[in-house]
């Protein structure tokens, strides 16, 4: 067979495709934007918006209590508890879920470091700007997250 006819071939089953049903591409596309032509995707992992804004607020918290002077640093171990903070801590808020709030807020990637990072990133609090000095060892069971915050950097 020729390579003309090939191509002929190739878009004479590409038109008879659409004719029938949009062909394979166009019923996907439909079924991802939702517009029927597929099977739904369903996912079987719902994030709660909740949880999300527990650790949200949790980390605040921890940031506060640093800004206030209550403690000189504080260092998070996966085998205590989380200190209060004066947000209520459930079950769904873990040691993990802490520390990959605060590796995204340092900008890495949330997942294990293999070596011990110190990453650091800016926070504001009450009108004044402070550097917020992260370090990071991911061990397994023995892992820690050690949060520091500098003086501040001035107003905004």
Known sequence: MSDTKQEQT????ADSGKAEGGGFLARAWAALVGKGGGRQQT???VV???AKVLVVRYVDGLLCR??????PAI?????????EVGVPIDASLTYLKVVNRLKVLCGLYPVDC????????R???QGR???VRVSFEDRGSASNCRITVSDSLGGS
């Open 114 to 121: 293999p070596k011990p990072t110190d990453a650091r990133f």
């Open 66 to 71: 640093l800004l206030q002077r209550q403690e």
């Open 10 to 13: 190739d878009s004479g089953r």
């Open 48 to 50: 709660n918006p909740e």
């Open 123 to 125: 926070y504001e609090w």
């Open 43 to 45: 996912h079987a992992h």
């Open 129 to 131: 700007r402070y550097e």
């Open 75 to 83: 260092t998070l171990r996966t085998a205590d508890r989380l200190p």
